[in-house]
């Protein structure tokens, strides 16, 4: 977080606080309306994180775990997932998300021997436990997508997985219609579909067009400048078409990306790729060909800060440029919530003078994610006993449950993040919430596997079908290194009070007892005893009208402690001058900065005394938490008073106080340099926060429910997302 520096913070001089009394006096203005919250990438967060404690604790019932397909937001959560499931769960997928699986957990020491891992293809059925799965071929974005049917004595579940029907998939791998359609004459009691795009009317576009479109438009390049044509690194059929296209119009092919030449390399392995990686260029050598020989594919279409796109847009990638006689395909769509800085980024690549193809009608995209009329063709082929809309915002899961009853479909559930659904035969003497397909239908991880029932007659079996539980999931958040917890843990809400209302922070000198006598020899006091206070204070990130606010600020916290009682612990003039400087912020331009307030005895013997008379500090102040805190006596070589309690906000070093403080008066006497503090780590044990958390801390650390999602982190990330 960086804030801009403000002036040098004013600082009166001791003794002279209390001279504002108004108490009460001012008015409030009211708040403005909250502005939007920063994104969780600019408050320095990298990752949303899953709540795994429910799967810790049902980890004796889970049989497997089922990956659909390579994308990001379906396998991105397995080092996290892994941890909390038994060792031995297994892990299936097809080849080529197989591969990615792989990448990640050897990246995060997951693979082991790798026998947990098993590699499955369409059409062989497999036992599960109790279940039999059938994996499905369904087309979308990314090669190998796979939907599948669990069998048991009591029904049949059908998850699609990410799907639209590509009648035309450039791998030639067509959406399996027969294998739904003979589903559907065994009967399907309970059916999990896409919703993605349940508000997009129509179908969705055959990649094949997409194809069509960019070898259109890279053959109308002929002899220019050179062609950057940006995507979803994943899409590696439509790296494919890119390919043909440069291959017709005799241009070389250059990635520049590592993701694109991951994604690649996985689909080669297992022999998925539409052509040898061999056959790029290097960013190297690409530099001595002639633009009109080169088609560079890159990503940033989300315009990720250090993606090559943006880099080149702002003339700051060492190997990509742009010109005039060059032609941008954007070849994406904008997930929302980039627009911004998406446009921002097409702007800077407009004003360089390359040319740019991104308009709907171009063509150039097609999403991954079924529209209306494939919804529904699905559901008609399909007619579940039971419809459970899945993936897709809450409106969207209402409004596909609306599609499925339209299409004929009686039963149809949409469940929140954390609900559990059960769903059990009717007049199979089994309740629902104990033996319920999803809940407790199998025996568990051990017990013997039961033969697998002929399936029950198409529609002609009723089911009971409930929400049976919810849990209560946390929200965890990592910085891209080692800091991973809840959003409390991480600081979120005082992340975003620093970044839209600032941060003060002030050092207040304490002195008891009476006034110094005045003329020297007489040590008579001068009145009755009273607390005086030195505050310096600094800004960051704020509006200081030219140094007046910051003289309201101090005017105010040595006014709030002149009214505390002359044995006043420290704790509580932090916390009165805490409360004086909110207020004043408040009153002053309606802003709530996160306020750090530090209070030391100006003379430590008088404060030593006092500790001693009450048998230690009571401590509080207006953050909690404790910690050493370094200085103290000034004066001499002794060891520092006794510890005390202090704010758990992160203090700035004496040397950013001095920086702001600016003090020309009732500095200490001697001369010394202030204290200075150790910074202290986020957690209260001083131990190291796990790279990953564990679940059985996840368990412990379970509160509020809060489901959100952000994909923009995963972009801001830098990795794929799969709303192509
Ligand atoms: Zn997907």
């Given at each position: 977080?960086?804030?801009?520096?403000?002036?040098?913070?004013?600082?009166?001089?001791?003794?002279?606080?209390?001279?504002?009394?108004?108490?009460?006096?001012?008015?409030?203005?009211?708040?403005?309306?909250?502005?939007?919250?920063?994104?969780?990438?600019?408050?320095?967060?990298?990752?949303?994180?899953?709540?795994?404690?429910?799967?810790?604790?049902?980890?004796?019932?889970?049989?497997?775990?089922?990956?659909?397909?390579?994308?990001?937001?379906?396998?991105?959560?397995?080092?996290?997932?892994?941890?909390?499931?038994?060792?031995?769960?297994?892990?299936?997928?097809?080849?080529?998300?197989?591969?990615?699986?792989?990448?990640?957990?050897?990246?995060?020491?997951?693979?082991?021997?790798?026998?947990?891992?098993?590699?499955?293809a369409?059409?062989?059925?497999?036992?599960?436990?109790?279940?039999?799965?059938?994996?499905?071929?369904?087309?979308h974005?990314?090669?190998?997508?796979?939907?599948?049917?669990?069998?048991?004595e009591?029904?049949?579940?059908?998850?699609?997985?990410?799907?639209?029907?590509?009648?035309?998939?450039?791998?030639?791998?067509?959406?399996?219609?027969?294998?739904?359609?003979?589903?559907?004459?065994?009967?399907?009691?309970?059916?999990?579909?896409?919703s993605?795009?349940?508000?997009?009317?129509?179908?969705?576009v055959?990649?094949?067009?997409?194809?069509?479109r960019?070898?259109?438009?890279?053959?109308?390049?002929?002899?220019?400048?050179?062609?950057?044509a940006?995507?979803?690194?994943?899409?590696?059929?439509?790296?494919?078409?890119?390919?043909?296209?440069?291959?017709?119009?005799?241009?070389?092919?250059?990635?520049?990306?590592?993701?694109?030449?991951?994604y690649?390399?996985?689909?080669?392995?297992?022999?998925?790729?539409?052509?040898?990686?061999?056959?790029?260029?290097?960013a190297?050598?690409?530099?001595?060909?002639?633009?009109?020989?080169?088609?560079?594919?890159?990503?940033?279409?989300q315009?990720?800060?250090?993606a090559?796109?943006?880099?080149?847009?702002?003339?700051?990638?060492?190997?990509?440029?742009?010109?005039?006689?060059?032609?941008?395909?954007?070849?994406?769509?904008?997930i929302?919530?980039?627009?911004?800085?998406?446009?921002?980024?097409?702007?800077?690549?407009?004003?360089?003078?390359?040319?740019?193809?991104?308009?709907?009608?171009?063509?150039?995209?097609?999403?991954?994610?079924?529209?209306?009329?494939?919804?529904?063709?699905?559901?008609?082929?399909?007619k579940?006993?039971?419809?459970?809309?899945?993936?897709g915002?809450?409106?969207?899961?209402?409004?596909?449950?609306?599609?499925?009853?339209?299409?004929?479909?009686?039963?149809?559930?949409?469940?929140?993040?954390?609900?559990?659904?059960g769903?059990?035969?009717?007049?199979?003497?089994?309740?629902?919430?104990?033996?319920?397909?999803?809940?407790?239908?199998?025996?568990?991880?051990?017990?013997?596997?039961?033969?697998?029932?002929?399936?029950?007659?198409?529609?002609?079996?009723?089911?009971?079908?409930?929400?049976?539980?919810?849990?209560?999931?946390?929200?965890?958040?990592?910085?891209?290194?080692?800091?991973?917890?809840?959003?409390?843990?991480?600081a979120?809400?005082?992340?975003?009070?620093?970044?839209?209302?600032?941060?003060?922070?002030?050092?207040?000198?304490?002195?008891?007892?009476?006034?110094?006598?005045?003329?020297?020899?007489?040590?008579?006091?001068?009145?009755?005893?009273?607390?005086?206070?030195?505050?310096?204070?600094?800004?960051?990130?704020?509006?200081?009208?030219?140094?007046?606010?910051?003289?309201?600020?101090?005017?105010?916290?040595?006014?709030?402690?002149?009214?505390?009682?002359?044995?006043?612990?420290?704790?509580?003039?932090?916390?009165?001058?805490?409360?004086?400087?909110?207020?004043?912020?408040r009153?002053?331009?309606?802003?709530?900065?996160?306020?750090?307030?530090?209070?030391?005895?100006?003379?430590?013997?008088?404060?030593?005394?006092?500790?001693?008379?009450?048998?230690?500090?009571?401590?509080?102040?207006?953050?909690?938490?404790?910690?050493?805190?370094?200085?103290?006596?000034?004066?001499?070589?002794?060891?520092?008073?006794?510890?005390?309690?202090?704010?758990?906000?992160?203090?700035?070093?004496?040397?950013?106080?001095?920086?702001?403080?600016?003090?020309?008066?009732?500095?200490p006497?001697?001369?010394?340099?202030?204290?200075?503090?150790?910074?202290?780590?986020?957690?209260?044990?001083?131990?190291?926060?796990?790279?990953?958390?564990?679940?059985?801390?996840?368990?412990?650390?379970?509160?509020?429910?809060?489901?959100?999602?952000?994909?923009?982190?995963?972009?801001?990330?830098?990795?794929?997302?799969?709303?192509?």
């Amino acid at each position: 977080m960086q804030g801009s520096c403000s002036p040098s913070a004013r600082t009166r001089g001791q003794g002279e606080g209390g001279v504002f009394g108004g108490r009460g006096a001012v008015r409030r203005p009211p708040l403005p309306p909250p502005s939007p919250p920063p994104s969780f990438a600019d408050l320095g967060m990298q990752k949303i994180l899953p709540d795994t404690s429910f799967l810790a604790q049902w980890r004796d019932r889970i049989e497997a775990v089922f990956i659909t397909h390579g994308h990001e937001d379906h396998i991105g959560a397995l080092p996290w997932v892994l941890p909390a499931l038994d060792p031995a769960t297994p892990v299936y997928a097809g080849a080529f998300p197989m591969q990615l699986v792989r990448r990640r957990a050897l990246e995060y020491n997951m693979w082991g021997d790798g026998r947990r891992f098993i590699t499955v293809a369409v059409g062989e059925r497999f036992a599960l436990g109790p279940f039999e799965c059938e994996p499905l071929r369904v087309t979308h974005s990314i090669p190998d997508c796979m939907g599948f049917a669990l069998r048991c004595e009591h029904g049949t579940i059908v998850h699609t997985g990410d799907w639209k029907i590509d009648e035309h998939p450039l791998d030639g791998q067509t959406f399996d219609r027969a294998g739904f359609e003979a589903l559907a004459a065994e009967g399907v009691s309970l059916f999990m579909s896409d919703s993605t795009n349940v508000l997009s009317p129509g179908r969705t576009v055959s990649e094949a067009s997409v194809e069509r479109r960019l070898a259109e438009r890279v053959l109308g390049h002929a002899g220019k400048g050179r062609i950057v044509a940006t995507q979803f690194a994943s899409n590696v059929h439509r790296l494919g078409a890119l390919k043909r296209a440069a291959d017709a119009a005799g241009r070389r092919v250059c990635f520049m990306g590592m993701s694109l030449h991951a994604y690649l390399a996985a689909a080669h392995r297992v022999g998925l790729a539409p052509f040898d990686p061999a056959e790029l260029v290097s960013a190297a050598d690409a530099e001595s060909l002639d633009p009109s020989q080169l088609l560079v594919v890159t990503t940033g279409s989300q315009a990720e800060p250090r993606a090559a796109l943006a880099l080149a847009a702002h003339g700051a990638s060492p190997t990509l440029k742009l010109g005039a006689d060059d032609l941008v395909l954007y070849s994406a769509k904008v997930i929302p919530g980039n627009e911004t800085r998406v446009t921002e980024m097409m702007n800077a690549v407009a004003a360089r003078g390359a040319t740019i193809a991104m308009k709907r009608d171009e063509g150039l995209h097609s999403s991954g994610h079924a529209c209306r009329d494939e919804l529904e063709e699905v559901l008609r082929l399909v007619k579940p006993h039971h419809f459970l809309p899945v993936h897709g915002e809450y409106s969207f899961l209402c409004e596909h449950a609306n599609l499925a009853r339209s299409t004929g479909v009686r039963n149809t559930s949409v469940i929140r993040n954390g609900q559990m659904l059960g769903l059990s035969p009717t007049g199979t003497g089994a309740s629902t919430a104990g033996s319920s397909l999803l809940g407790g239908a199998h025996g568990g991880r051990g017990a013997a596997p039961r033969p697998i029932g002929p399936p029950p007659a198409g529609g002609g079996r009723a089911y009971d079908v409930r929400v049976i539980g919810e849990a209560d999931l946390t929200t965890f958040y990592n910085d891209g290194h080692r800091g991973t917890g809840t959003a409390a843990e991480m600081a979120l809400d005082e992340r975003t009070r620093l970044a839209t209302d600032g941060v003060i922070v002030a050092a207040v000198d304490v002195a008891r007892g009476p006034p110094p006598a005045r003329g020297g020899g007489d040590a008579r006091p001068a009145g009755p005893p009273r607390l005086r206070a030195r505050v310096r204070l600094t800004t960051r990130a704020m509006w200081v009208d030219s140094g007046r606010f910051l003289e309201r600020l101090v005017t105010v916290a040595e006014s709030a402690v002149g009214r505390l009682p002359p044995d006043a612990a420290l704790a509580a003039v932090e916390r009165v001058v805490g409360d004086a400087l909110r207020r004043e912020a408040r009153s002053y331009n309606a802003k709530r900065p996160e306020v750090v307030v530090i209070a030391h005895e100006f003379d430590p013997r008088a404060g030593a005394a006092l500790r001693s008379r009450r048998g230690g500090d009571g401590g509080g102040g207006d953050g909690g938490g404790r910690s050493d805190r370094g200085g103290g006596d000034r004066r001499s070589d002794r060891p520092p008073p006794a510890r005390r309690a202090r704010p758990a906000t992160a203090t700035p070093t004496a040397g950013d106080m001095s920086d702001g403080g600016g003090s020309t008066d009732g500095a200490p006497s001697d001369g010394d340099a202030p204290p200075r503090r150790r910074s202290r780590p986020r957690r209260a044990d001083g131990a190291a926060p796990p790279a990953v958390p564990a679940p059985d801390a996840l368990l412990r650390r379970r509160k509020a429910a809060n489901p959100r999602e952000d994909p923009d982190a995963a972009a801001a990330a830098g990795v794929d997302v799969s709303f192509g």
